[in-house]
């Protein structure tokens, strides 16, 4: 779910912040944007409302990246019985003209999938930044 409808308290709005601002401290870049999803009733049907999810686009195609934009949706789950809910991992794509060009997943082995990946250096990068996600939420 966009990450704007999902700011629902100074808490969370605050969390929010700090991943953008993680975000942007590793790569400067990179506009934030927490309304990726687009507001019709097909995309709806697709949307997570477990999960709080934020784009970040480069001014044009990254080769570092290989992709223009990146989408991060942060997964939840909510325990009933003690009422609170946790982050449970990151998943991450790479998109460009072209469609998706890469996976990533802290919920599975942490590795990339696609038909291209980002270059070393971001990969570890990104790790890192998954890391500190789940820190911020947990």
Do not use: Y
Not at 71 to 97: K, N, P, S, Y
Request: proline share 4%.
């Amino acid at each position: 779910m966009n990450a704007a409808e999902q700011a629902t308290t100074l808490e969370t709005a605050s969390k929010i912040a700090t991943v953008v601002n993680l975000f942007k401290a590793e790569f400067p870049d990179a506009r934030a944007d927490l309304k990726p999803w687009a507001n019709d009733l097909d995309t709806r049907e697709l949307v997570d409302p477990d999960s709080i999810d934020i784009g970040f686009h480069f001014p044009g195609r990254s080769r570092l990246f290989q992709s223009r934009s990146v989408l991060v949706q942060i997964r939840f789950h909510q325990d009933l019985e003690v009422e609170t809910r946790r982050a449970i991992g990151v998943e991450a794509a790479g998109f460009d003209h072209q469609g998706k060009q890469w996976r990533f997943s802290t919920v599975q082995n942490w590795g990339f999938e696609g038909t291209s990946s980002p270059t070393p250096e971001i990969c570890e990068s990104l790790k890192g930044f998954c890391r500190k996600i789940l820190d911020v939420f947990n």
